[in-house]
């Protein structure tokens, strides 16, 4: 009976969405689709932040394939046109209209311009601390840092370390230390690099 009841509802019913869309991160100028499906839909509608998306404009840079998903040829970020928002697909037919969940279209990026950079140039003794100082771009989502000592990825220890705000800190600089220094952010745009910093370790003869 069971069987019976959801087979009548599939025919002489609204539809029944069997796929929602998620959330997606894009990239600018890439493509990227938000997905929606109703086996038992025949017209499908998408809205953004409460707004009907223009689809059918030869123009538009979006399409709605047959199966009801948003399709992006290339995702958008500029100032006359911004497709970052809450997305959600109407699914309709002839007995009525089912709204998906919500979506959130996030268009990642990241500047430029490093906050803080590291001096061009420090000196150092043996056995002193130090600290190069780092403040990596404003991006979406928030880059991770990292340092790179003469092209080599620079490993967290007891002795060196990055900070959560983006620091190299040295707790007892040694001869090895000295060469030139790179703090590199990264996000899902790419990596960034900050200018360099040659560091000279003095000895304490």
Known sequence: MLLIFYYIQY????PIITEHPKD????????????????????FKWYRNGELVLTDDSKEQR????????????????RKENDAGTYWCVASNKYGSTKSSN???TIASLGNIFIKEPKASVKV???????????????????????????????NNSRVWT???????????????????????????????????????????
């Open 163 to 205: 900070t959560k705000e983006g620091d190299l800190t040295f707790d007892d600089v040694v001869e090895a230390d000295a060469g030139v220094y790179v703090c590199v952010a990264n996000n899902y745009v790419g990596p960034r690099e900050s200018s360099q910093s040659s560091v000279v370790v003095m000895s304490n003869l």
């Open 63 to 78: 399409i709605i394939t047959y199966g009801g998903s948003l399709f992006f040829m290339r995702v958008m970020a500029n």
């Open 103 to 105: 979506a959130t279209l």
């Open 24 to 43: 997606i991160l894009s990239r600018r100028n890439e493509p990227a689709t938000l997905n929606c499906a109703s086996p038992n839909a025949d017209k």
């Open 11 to 14: 025919v002489n019913g609204p």
């Open 125 to 155: 003794r043996q056995g002193e601390s130090l600290v190069l100082q780092c403040r990596p771009p404003k991006g979406v989502p928030g880059p991770t840092v990292l340092w790179k000592h003469n092209g080599i990825t620079v490993l």
